[in-house]
């Protein structure tokens, strides 16, 4: 039996989707993993994500200046 073009775009396009949220999830587990056993109590933490956050932002917004200038 062969395969049409399109079912086979259809069965990679599943397969695609299904990885991506594999992904996402293993993201979402690892993000929450490295929360709960962080050293620092809860305020310190919020306080350094903040500051890369900041900094990430920072980054990206010099980035996308010297980008687009």
Excluded: D, H
């Amino acid at each position: 039996m062969q395969e049409t073009l399109q079912g086979r775009l259809e069965s990679y396009q599943r397969r695609r989707a299904r990885a991506k949220a594999l992904f996402r999830i293993g993201l979402v587990a690892g993000i929450v993993g490295a929360l709960l056993y962080t050293p620092w109590p809860g305020a310190e933490t919020r306080s350094r994500l903040g500051g890369y956050l900041q900094q990430f932002g920072k980054l990206t917004q010099n980035l996308l200046e010297r980008y687009t200038s």
